[in-house]
T-cell receptor
Framework: GDSVTQMEGPVTLSEEAFLTINCTYTATGYPSLFWYVQYPGEGLQLLLKATKADDKGSNKGFEATYRKETTSFHLEKGSVQVSDSAVYFC???????????FGRGTSLIVHP | GAVVSQHPSWVICKSGTSVKIECRSLDFQATTMFWYRQFPKQSLMLMAT?????????EQGVEKDKFLINHASLTLSTLTVTSAHPEDSSFYIC?????????????FGEGSWLTVV
């Protein structure tokens, strides 16, 4: 079946450091790919998405590129802030009744 | 953009009572919604797939008689935790898929914290 694998955390960085959270997927067909962010005590918010190969999703300084050849959708940010501390989930989905598949989440902790 | 609203955000109930959580798609129709449960510092656990006008499809290990799901309309799904016990205390999240320009996007409700005392 479909699966999403993302790097285990926690990822601990100093403010202004470069961030990469790896995500790879297996899927039948061509799903859309997503990154969600969950701040402490809150629900999941869509951070960015890409719907086809070579698409780049971006939002709030975060970027991820849909790489079909490596089945990856790594999340990057050039300079993290303390306010970016949260749990990040990578997901794939094709909509409708197609059950979305989530990674296990990666906790990011950014120190001042 | 598409919004999914969940209510209530927080609920405390006594052991043995039932509690209902609503999930609404505010500006799109969702024939399918998903209910998840999340334990502290853990990932999402899919409980069931809610289908408008038909019975929900439950994941293995999820008690359908305890977690009643009703998808009465294209914009509303409800999860009722019946005869709640302290071990049912958790964070419950719903999601729905919206067809946007260029593809589908999965949107989540804000989540509902359930505490059973």
């Amino acid at each position: 079946g479909d699966s999403v694998t993302q790097m285990e955390g926690p990822v601990t960085l100093s403010e202004e450091a470069f961030l990469t959270i790896n995500c790879t997927y297996t899927a039948t067909g061509y799903p859309s790919l997503f990154w969600y962010v969950q701040y402490p005590g809150e629900g999941l918010q869509l951070l960015l998405k890409a719907t086809k190969a070579d698409d780049k999703g971006s939002n709030k300084g975060f970027e991820a590129t849909y790489r079909k050849e490596t089945t990856s959708f790594h999340l990057e940010k050039g300079s993290v802030q303390v306010s970016d501390s949260a749990v990040y989930f990578c997901a794939s989905g094709a909509g409708g009744s197609y059950i979305p598949t989530f990674g296990r989440g990666t906790s990011l902790i950014v120190h001042p | 953009g598409a919004v999914v609203s969940q209510h209530p955000s927080w609920v405390i109930c006594k052991s043995g009572t039932s509690v209902k959580i609503e999930c609404r798609s505010l500006d799109f129709q969702a024939t399918t919604m998903f209910w998840y449960r999340q334990f502290p510092k853990q990932s999402l656990m899919l409980m069931a797939t809610s289908n408008e006008g038909s019975k929900a499809t439950y994941e293995q290990g999820v008690e359908k008689d305890k977690f009643l799901i009703n998808h009465a309309s294209l914009t509303l799904s409800t999860l009722t935790v019946t005869s709640a016990h302290p071990e049912d205390s958790s964070f419950y999240i719903c999601s729905a898929s919206s067809r946007d320009i260029g593809g589908n996007t999965i949107y989540f409700g804000e989540g509902s914290w359930l505490t059973v005392v």
